[in-house]
């Protein structure tokens, strides 16, 4: 007779080792960081900055609406904010299934950052066009903190990023040196000049960029709740949305009511596929980031970290970091051990602690290769978060439907903080055919590259990333 273990799945063999290892490591980790654990509980450090939230009611009775969002992260509440100040006469109800910001949009590493995931074979003028709409994109966000007092945790003082090769180096001089004269205000720091700024150990140069920074992010979807609320926005948390049956009015069904709506906005990014949609061009790669505990200048001094919101490196496992305003370290990247892709597109209930206490060892280690003296810093933090991934690397954006009123914004990529803020202005200029400024983006209304289906699609991550050494660069 054969074991349970020979009758699981390939997929589920493995998860299961990796499971196995991690219990056998996690007595090491313990001893390692002895402080950190009563937080693994999987909770950022943006959402443990936000103690006082407390989430909305479900929604109990049916209703109708003009406009329905799906999803309470940056997406969803961009949209509703935009397109409540415009339309201040519909019914516009956001719908999130557990609480505000419980996606990527608190659970990210809090890079704040100018252009796409990816950005070669772009003419020169759109070039300077996608940096301008992102720029622009950062000072909206800065723009509606300020104008409404969110009690937000930002700085806006640059990010650079590290190259670990001589040649990727001037390669990336000379790139700098043509964005500044197409009006990109890039700058090339070699060796010397970026350890005034960081430290960072094997770095032949970088290139800094000033109009960038650091956001919590936690912080500014739930603390525009209230604003949104004032301007006329109805906000259920608790309230999964089951199923979406399609009709020149839609129909989505929660568990305990139904929602009559003229047209919906899905801001589900990597959890799109549980609703049917977009199941071939995104994939949920789950992210693992951890958090020091708050450092004092001479800490930081000790660390060669002087005066820049964060940086990333230039591998294709790439490592990325963050330092916020109170000076916490985030971290997360730099291995194959930092992402995780599920069978299926599963994701991992968000609240679920102890999915990659092994990978969280290895994001220290990596963090260490930067930041040698880094190796005692306490930790206050650890988590995972799920992003929405293209093939291409590139968002999708548009409308969709034979009536043409599913809206949405999904497969950020990484770069969610900035481009999903920029969304909800997108999308509100859509649905009121106002979006000439748009339509020419290379991510807007256009068609994707689809993903092949399972077993394929994990098949080929897991040899890629195995047999290369290689993860998804995000």
Same mark, same amino acid.
């Given at each position: ?17 990796? *499971? ?5 490591? &996690? ?6 960081? +002895?402080?950190?654990? !009563?937080?693994?509980?999987?909770? =950022?450090? &943006? ?30 509440? =961009? ?9 201040? !006469? #519909?019914?516009? /109800? ?10 990527? =949009? ?8 100018? &252009? ?18 992102? @720029? ?70 970088? /290139? ?42 839609? *129909? ?21 596929? #549980? ?8 994939? +949920? ?19 060669? @970290? ?37 069978? #299926? ?6 609240? =679920? ?14 963090? !260490? ?25 590139? +968002? ?41 400024? &748009? ?18 699609? @994990? ?16």
């Amino acid at each position: 007779m054969s074991s349970p273990a020979e009758n699981k799945s390939l997929s589920e063999r493995l998860l299961l080792g990796t *499971t196995r290892l991690a219990s056998k490591t &996690w007595p090491i980790a313990k001893r390692i960081f +002895p402080e950190t654990l !009563e937080i693994d509980d999987n909770r =950022s450090l &943006w959402v443990s900055q936000t103690p006082d939230y407390q989430p909305t009611s479900p929604l109990q009775e049916n209703i109708s609406a003009d406009l329905v969002i799906i999803g309470g992260g940056f997406t969803g509440t =961009s949209t509703a904010y935009h397109f409540s100040r415009r339309y201040p !006469e #519909k019914r516009i /109800v956001l719908l999130e299934a557990k609480t505000l910001a419980n996606g990527a =949009s608190g659970r990210n590493g809090g890079m704040m950052l100018n &252009w796409m995931p990816s950005m070669y074979g772009y003419s020169p003028e759109m070039t300077r066009r996608i940096y301008q709409m992102t @720029w622009a994109g950062i000072q909206a966000i800065i723009d509606i903190i300020q104008r409404h007092q969110l009690p937000v945790s930002y700085r806006l003082d640059g990010t650079l990023t590290a190259y670990t090769d001589s040649h990727r180096a001037e390669v990336a001089q000379e790139e700098a040196e043509f964005h500044q004269q197409i009006g990109i205000p890039m700058q090339f720091l070699n060796a010397s000049a970026l350890k005034q700024k960081l430290n960072l150990q094997s770095a032949y140069g970088a /290139v800094i960029d000033p109009n960038s920074g650091q956001i919590n992010g936690a912080q500014l979807v739930r603390a525009l709740r209230p604003v949104l609320q004032e301007q006329g926005v109805e906000i259920y948390e608790q309230t999964p949305v089951l199923s979406i049956q399609e009709g020149s009015e839609l *129909t989505l069904k929660t568990p305990n009511a139904e929602i009559k709506a003229k047209a919906i906005v899905l801001a589900t990014n990597g959890y799109t596929g #549980k609703l049917g949609y977009f199941q071939d061009a995104l994939f +949920p790669l789950h992210s693992h980031v951890f958090a020091t505990a708050p450092l004092n200048p001479s800490q930081l001094e000790n660390l060669g @970290w002087h005066g820049l919101a964060g940086y990333a490196d230039d591998r294709d496992r790439i490592a990325y970091s963050s330092l916020t305003r109170e000076g916490n370290i985030v971290f997360g990247g730099g291995s194959n051990q930092a992402y995780a892709y599920l069978f #299926k597109n599963r994701t991992i209930d968000s609240d =679920s602690p102890g999915f990659a206490k092994n990978a969280f060892n290895k994001l220290t280690q990596t963090m !260490e290769t930067y930041l040698p003296n880094s190796a005692n810093l306490p930790i206050a933090r650890r988590w995972t978060g799920v992003l929405g991934i293209t093939l291409n690397r590139t +968002p999708i954006i548009g409308v969709r439907g034979e009536h043409r009123n599913i809206y949405y914004a999904i497969g950020y990529c990484g770069h969610g903080v900035t481009l999903a803020n920029i969304a909800g202005q997108m999308l509100t200029d859509m649905y009121s055919n106002d979006d000439q400024q &748009w339509r020419d983006f290379p991510f807007y209304q256009q068609p994707y590259a689809p993903i092949p289906p399972e077993p394929f699609r @994990w098949i080929g991550y897991q040899m890629f990333t195995r047999l290369t050494g290689h993860s998804p660069r995000v």
